[in-house]
């Protein structure tokens, strides 16, 4: 009997866009992807050893490279679009982040109807996606981030003095300066809040301006985090661990130690840039450290 041979179906191997909704309160919040970058933890991780992160991601089945997400978060107010942070753009590469857009799209919205971008900090992973090649990726957007942030890295004096970090300061210009030449950035200080609903909260230390957000509707209540975490199988555990590319390592480590414990006190929810993809969860005590409990999933059907 002849017999029909069929070909295998080829392999795909990509991702679909990141996007994952959610309510809270009378605000969507949408989790949206810029992909991931691997990361040599051990290399860049500080006030510890490369064996004993080896073995901290051994525990969760974890070795380096690691691929780390880059996280961002769209919060629809219902009168403003906001979003916090833009990922890494091209900064990184090909083929490393750069899926911000993509995602921005496939969960329903258009760049340009972005009304307020925030930043939690102008590291390149959390400001290269404001441009998309010469023109600004959001040309509606206001761009809001604090005042000590944008006078840290836009200064020429900082610049001409950078060293070894030159880099992270001609990334930031590159980025930011074009909104501000378009009358669109707009610092804040210390009591301003940003956008209604959500409010800036400094936590100086991983850069001088660092700050996260405090989004709250109808009595609900999510935290942005930022950088205030790198790696989670490490700083989970060992809060304490630091990164060799904080500004203030010593800084970065009380303001961690701080937030994690009033945040596992309350049980809040937060957002982590880069923590896997949502990066929406919250913390446990456990032990000297904390444990991660991702936000459970919902098809929103309901």
């Not at 982040?97 to 969960?107: C, E, P």
């Not at 590291?123 to 010469?134: F, I």
């Not at 005590?285 to 991702?294: F, L, M």
């Amino acid at each position: 009997m002849p017999s029909a041979v069929h070909a295998a179906a080829p392999q795909v191997r990509t991702q679909a866009p990141g996007y994952y909704r959610m309510m809270l309160g009378d605000f969507e919040v949408t989790a949206l992807s810029d992909g991931t970058v691997p990361q040599t933890i051990r290399e860049v991780a500080t006030r510890t050893t490369p064996e004993r992160v080896t073995a901290l991601l051994a525990r969760d089945f974890l070795q380096d490279p690691v691929e780390t997400s880059i996280n961002a978060f769209l919060i629809n107010t219902g009168t403003s679009l906001v979003l916090v942070d833009t990922g890494v753009g091209n900064l990184f590469g090909p083929d490393v982040g750069g899926r911000l857009l993509q995602s921005l799209r496939a969960a329903g919205y258009q760049p340009e109807q972005v009304d307020v971008v925030l930043l939690t900090h102008i590291h390149s992973d959390h400001s290269g996606g404001l441009m998309a090649g010469a023109s600004r990726a959001f040309p509606n957007a206001v761009l809001r981030v604090h005042s000590r942030e944008t006078d840290f890295w836009l200064s020429a004096e900082n610049l001409a003095k950078a060293g070894e970090a030159r880099k992270f300061f001609e990334d930031a210009r590159a980025m930011v300066a074009p909104y501000q030449a378009a009358g669109m950035l707009k610092p804040f200080g210390d009591k301003d809040v940003p956008v209604p609903g959500i409010r800036a909260v400094p936590t100086p230390g991983h850069t001088p301006g660092h700050c996260i957000y405090v989004v709250e509707s109808q009595g609900q209540r999510l935290s942005l985090w930022g950088d205030l975490m790198h790696f989670g199988p490490v700083q989970l555990r060992e809060p304490a661990v630091t990164v060799s590319y904080d500004v203030d390592s010593r800084a970065a480590a009380a303001q961690r130690a701080r937030v994690f414990a009033e945040a596992a006190g309350r049980g809040d929810l937060v957002g982590l840039d880069h923590m896997p993809f949502p990066g929406l969860g919250r913390l446990a005590a456990d032990g000297k450290g904390y444990r991660w409990i991702p936000a459970n999933y919902t098809s929103g059907q309901r």
